[in-house]
C-alpha cells in the first residue's frame, strides 16, 4: 500500500511544513502507512493566529447556525463512517466493526447531543425589586487547545471538541503522533459542514515537541488534555504559570469486583471484555479484578478458559483482539508481564502470542496473573495492554478497601445481585463512574468528574459544556440601593 504524506490543518489550508516527517506505522503488520510534519513552534503559532481570527467568527455566529453546522458534522461523519472506521483500523489495528460503532454510536452521537446544546446556552437572572437587576453572560472561553491520545483520536477528541465549537470556542488539536489520521480527515469534513476557516486546526508532532509547546503558549485560553497522568501534571505545572485552565482525563487502573452472589458467566464475560476490549488500551478498562475468596478459585479457572479462546488478529481478521499501537508500548507491556511474574502467579499469556502469523506487528497474548499483591507493581501502575490482575477479597468492607487502594479513580464495577449492596459499593468507591452488572455501557449523556489522580474537571452530558464557557455577573442599578 502506498503510503500516505499528510499535512497539518491550519486557518482552512493544508500545510506540509518544512521541518523533518514522522512515520506512521500500521501496528497489525510494523510496515509505514503515512507520514505527518513534526509541527515546530512556528507551525503552532500559526495555528493559535488562525484559531484566534476563527474565533472572532464563530463567537459571533448565531447559535442556530452553529447547531445547523455541527448537525452536519454528524451527518458526514454517519456518510463517511465506513471510510474513518477503514482508516482507523488500518492506524490502530481495530477491527472495522469496532470502528463503525466509534463513528455512529460515539462520534455522530457526540456531534449530534451538543448540537443540540449549542442554542441552549442560557444564564440566570436576578431582580431586587426596584434596585438591582442581576444577569449572568455565558460565553466562549476563547481559543481552545485539545491534545488526544492514540487509543482513539475521534473517539477520544470528540468529547471536547464537539462541546468546543458548541460553545463558540475555536480549536487547535494535536492528535497523538502514532494515531493522526483520523483527525486530519475530520479537519476536510468540518470544511464540507461549513465551518468557516480557523474554527478548527490540526497540528501534528512529537507529543514532547509542538505537544509540549501548548501548555506553555500565550495564545491559548484553555487547554483539554487527555492522556496519561504524567504528561498530564507536567501539562499542568506548565499551564499553571500562565493560570491558563486545564482540563484533565487521565490514567486509571479500575477495580471491577465481583461478590460471591454475583451471576457468575455474565461477570465471566464482563471481565473478560473489561480488561481485553481493545487490546486493554482504554482509560477505563477493568485492569484489577477483585474476586469474592469464596468464589474465587472457580472463577479464575473458568475465567482463564475464555481467556484462552480470545481469537487474535489485524483489523481484516474479525478477532477478538487486535494488536497494541507499536513497538513500544509492546516492550512496555512485556516489561510489566515480567515484573509481574516475580510477585504474582501467571495464569495464562504473558508474551506474544505463538502464532507464527502474528510476529511481525505488536501482539501481546491475553494475560491474567492471579494473587497480586494489591501494593504490587502490576497492581498500581496503568500497564494499557492486555494484561489483567487478579486478588481476593473476604467481605464488602475488605472490597472497597482493596478497591479504593490506588492512586487513581477513573472508573469501576460491581457484580452482585443484591440491589443493597450494589448502591453502597456505589457510594463508596472513588472514581467517576461505577458499572452495575456490565462493564463500559455508560450513558454519555450523563456527566461525571475523575476522582483522585485520574484528572479534573467535567466531561461529557450536560454539564461538560460549562468547561467550555466564561460566566459572568452583569448587575445593573436601577433604583436606590436601601442599604445604605
Ligand atoms: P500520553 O503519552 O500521555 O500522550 C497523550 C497525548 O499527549 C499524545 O497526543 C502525546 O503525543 C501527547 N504528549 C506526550 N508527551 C507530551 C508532552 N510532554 N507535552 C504535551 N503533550 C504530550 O498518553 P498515551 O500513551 O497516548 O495514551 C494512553 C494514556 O491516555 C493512558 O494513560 C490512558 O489511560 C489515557 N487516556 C485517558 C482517557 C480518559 O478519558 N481519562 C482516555 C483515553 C486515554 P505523542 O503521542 O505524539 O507523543
Not at 101 to 111: E, I, K, Y
Not at 184 to 195: N, Y
Not at 201 to 228: E, K, M, Q
Not at 450 to 461: F, H, I, L, T, V
Request: glycine share 10%.
Amino acid at each position: 500500500m502506498k503510503t500516505m504524506d499528510l499535512a497539518m490543518y491550519i486557518g482552512g489550508e493544508w500545510h506540509h511544513g518544512g521541518g523533518p516527517r514522522l512515520d506512521v506505522v500500521n501496528p497489525a503488520t510494523a510496515e509505514p502507512l503515512a507520514t505527518i510534519p513534526d509541527g515546530t513552534a512556528a507551525d503552532l503559532d500559526s495555528a493559535v493566529a488562525s484559531a484566534r481570527r476563527g474565533l472572532a467568527v464563530w463567537r459571533e455566529t448565531h447559535p442556530r447556525v452553529r447547531t445547523q453546522v455541527l448537525f452536519r458534522i454528524a451527518e458526514t461523519i454517519k456518510a463517511r463512517a465506513e471510510e474513518f472506521a477503514h482508516l482507523d483500523g488500518l492506524n490502530l489495528g481495530e477491527s472495522m466493526g469496532t470502528g463503525m460503532w466509534t463513528m455512529h454510536d460515539v462520534v455522530a452521537r457526540r456531534f449530534e447531543y451538543y448540537a443540540g446544546m449549542a442554542d441552549k446556552i442560557r444564564g440566570d437572572s436576578f431582580v431586587t425589586p426596584g434596585r438591582f437587576l442581576s444577569y449572568t453572560l455565558r460565553e466562549p472561553i476563547g481559543v481552545t487547545g485539545h491534545i488526544v491520545p492514540w487509543n482513539g483520536p475521534l473517539w477520544i477528541g470528540s468529547r471536547t471538541i464537539a462541546p468546543a465549537l458548541a460553545a463558540g470556542n475555536s480549536v487547535v488539536v494535536k492528535p497523538s503522533s502514532e494515531a493522526p489520521i483520523t483527525m486530519l480527515k475530520f479537519a476536510e469534513l468540518c470544511v464540507d459542514a461549513g465551518l468557516p476557516p480557523g474554527v478548527f486546526n490540526v497540528v501534528t508532532g512529537r507529543g514532547s515537541g509542538i505537544g509540549d509547546l501548548f501548555a506553555t503558549h500565550p495564545g491559548f485560553d484553555a487547554i483539554y488534555f487527555t492522556g496519561s497522568t504524567v504528561v498530564g501534571r507536567r501539562i499542568m505545572e506548565m499551564a499553571a504559570r500562565n493560570n491558563v485552565k486545564t482540563v484533565m482525563e487521565l490514567g486509571g487502573k479500575s477495580p471491577n469486583i465481583v461478590f460471591a452472589d454475583a451471576d457468575m458467566e455474565a461477570a465471566l464475560d464482563g471481565a473478560i471484555l473489561a480488561i481485553f476490549a481493545n487490546s486493554g488500551q482504554i482509560c477505563v478498562a477493568g485492569s484489577r479484578l477483585l474476586v469474592q475468596e469464596s468464589i474465587h478459585d472457580e472463577f479464575v479457572a473458568r475465567l482463564v478458559e475464555k481467556a484462552k479462546a480470545i481469537t487474535i488478529g489485524g483489523p481484516e481478521d474479525n478477532a477478538m483482539m487486535n494488536p497494541v499501537i507499536s513497538a513500544a508500548q509492546k516492550a512496555r507491556i512485556l516489561d510489566y508481564i515480567e515484573q509481574g511474574k516475580k510477585v504474582a502467579r501467571l495464569v495464562t499469556g504473558g508474551g506474544t502470542p505463538a502464532d507464527p502469523k502474528l510476529q511481525k506487528g505488536f501482539f501481546v497474548a491475553p494475560t491474567i496473573f492471579d494473587r497480586v499483591p494489591n501494593d504490587s507493581v502490576i497492581a498500581q501502575e496503568e500497564i494499557f495492554g492486555p494484561v489483567l490482575s487478579v486478588s481476593s477479597f473476604r467481605d464488602f468492607d475488605d472490597a472497597i478497601a482493596k478497591a479504593n487502594d490506588t492512586r487513581y479513580g477513573l472508573a469501576s464495577a460491581v457484580w452482585t445481585e443484591n440491589a443493597k449492596t450494589a448502591h453502597l459499593a456505589a457510594q463508596a468507591i472513588q472514581a467517576a463512574q461505577v458499572f452495575i452488572n456490565h462493564y463500559y455501557t455508560a450513558a454519555f449523556e450523563v456527566s461525571r468528574s475523575p476522582y483522585k489522580a485520574s484528572g479534573s474537571g467535567m466531561s461529557e452530558g450536560p454539564d461538560a459544556i460549562y468547561e467550555f464557557l466564561n460566566q459572568k455577573s452583569v448587575s445593573v442599578k436601577i433604583g436606590e440601593s436601601t442599604w445604605g
